[in-house]
Each structure stands twice: as structure tokens, then as C-alpha cells.
């Protein structure tokens, strides 16, 4: 197994949050997640895998058209 398996806390600091959004995300199981033991964890291909899903482009407006 090569992906890395993150805690709760290390996902909360890569995504910019507190812990209590990634284990929202577990709860509602809106994220890949693995339980070792009574521990989760979460593995880092899923977590890149959410932001780039979660991902909003902006929208490109031409100048000099109506909407």
C-alpha cells in the first residue's frame, strides 16, 4: 500500500480547517475514510480527490456581450 493514511488532524490542516470539517466529512461519508482499530484515517489520494471534485472554476465573461 503506498497511498499515505492521514489523521483527522493532519486532513484539517491541509485542507485549511478545523478538525471538526473533516470529521463531518466522515460522519456524513462524503470521503474515503479507513478504520485502524477505533482510529480513522483517511487517505491522502482521497483528500485530493475531494478538492479537485469540490473545485469551483470562475466564470469567464466576455466583454462587450449581454449575459
Known sequence: ??????TVDQVAELLGTSA????????????TFVKVGRHV????PA???????????P???RFGKAA
Open 59 to 61: 466564470i469567464v465573461r
Open 1 to 6: 500500500m503506498s497511498a499515505r493514511l492521514l
Open 41 to 44: 484515517r483517511i487517505p491522502e
Open 20 to 31: 471538526r470539517f473533516p470529521r463531518r466529512l466522515i460522519e456524513e461519508r462524503r470521503i
Open 47 to 57: 483528500v485530493h480527490e475531494y478538492i479537485e471534485t469540490h473545485t469551483v472554476q
